[in-house]
């Protein structure tokens, strides 16, 4: 007879499965009882760092689109934009439940009253079970967390907030254009609000000058806050960025694929064991990717992060300082 499998001997109390962490696959299947489409959008925003207000350029790593290549063109609308994306990803899997999502640039980085018929309008389209807006805590002024938090009583909200490091000296290098402690105010903004908006934090492994210890201190802080999610990105070097540019004076050596399993298997052990895990590597436009090479093959790379926590006896919220 075998004996009991790995998901068997997983302690991880937030998996039906092997993964030692709580993924976005458990959430979405606890939460809307299964698999969601989530729909990348593209509003035409900029962003404070691009346009002038806090600097120009945006951020060195940052592509035209603003996190938004994988969206149809701005020049469709919204509706557009939804139904073609929908149509595309039904030939892969079920869009009975979607989750449409401004995705590209600081999409609350307008007046409220453009914001609020996009928003709206994207929770009137067809299917939509929730809504996802990804920005900056420094772009979330008092009457547009007060509509989110309106928002966040009618659907599932999540406002995706990139922080990407917690070390100021990291932000200026990268010009973020915010510091720390605008990140903190800007969180707390949303979380006194309403409990009900689901704040996702960003951060960016394998920025320029950090160290391992760099990105596990930035990993215990935002731990300290709780979020409901956290996404982890591999730094991707794109061509036509400010990166690119360091990259190839040989100023930038992107992460080796081991080291970079290893910090995420560690920065795991950090987070509180609620949080949801959006996703532990990121994705960079197959035909603009400079480097790393070996991030192309994303499902190897999760794989070993999976191995390594199993071989190490690790999981999520194993050394989390607040466990309950």
Not at 29 to 52: E, R, V
Not at 103 to 131: D, I, W
Request: charged share 25%; with cysteine.
């Amino acid at each position: 007879m075998p004996g009991p499998s790995q998901k068997d001997r997983n302690p991880y109390p937030y998996s039906d499965s092997n993964k030692r962490y709580h993924t976005y696959d458990y959430y979405l299947k606890t939460t809307f009882g299964g698999k969601c489409a989530k729909i990348p959008l593209d509003a035409g925003f900029t962003c404070p760092n691009i346009d002038g207000r806090c600097g120009r350029g945006g951020c060195i790593y940052c592509s035209g689109r603003g996190s938004g290549d994988f969206a149809q063109p701005a020049t469709m609308s919204i509706e557009e934009q939804y139904r073609l994306t929908r149509a595309q990803l039904s030939s892969k899997w079920s869009v009975e439940r979607c989750i449409p999502y401004f995705q590209a640039h600081t999409n609350t980085y307008a007046p409220l009253s453009l914001l609020r018929p996009l928003y709206e309008a994207a929770l009137a389209l067809p299917g939509a079970v929730g809504l996802n807006i990804a920005t900056r805590a420094d772009c979330l002024p008092s009457d547009v967390v007060a509509y989110l938090a309106e928002l966040s009583a009618r659907t599932v909200l999540t406002v995706e907030l990139g922080l990407q490091s917690a070390h100021d000296r990291t932000a200026q290098l990268i010009n973020r254009g915010h510091t720390w402690a605008n990140f903190c105010q800007g969180y707390e903004a949303l979380r006194m609000a309403s409990d009900k908006i689901q704040i996702c934090v960003h951060l960016i492994f394998g920025l320029p000058g950090e160290s391992d210890a760099d990105m596990l201190e930035t990993v215990r802080r935002v731990a300290a806050l709780r979020p409901h999610q956290v996404k982890i990105h591999l730094l991707h070097v794109i061509r036509g960025t400010a990166l690119a540019a360091m990259y190839e004076r040989g100023e930038y050596t992107p992460m080796a694929r081991e080291r970079y399993i290893e910090v995420v298997a560690r920065a795991l052990t950090l987070l509180p064991p609620e949080t949801v895990i959006g996703r532990l590597t990121g994705d960079g436009m197959a035909d603009d990717l400079l480097a790393p090479d070996w991030s192309r093959r994303k499902v190897s790379v999760l794989n070993d992060i999976d191995k390594l926590l199993y071989e190490r006896n690790w999981y999520q919220g194993l050394y989390h300082r607040d466990k309950k």
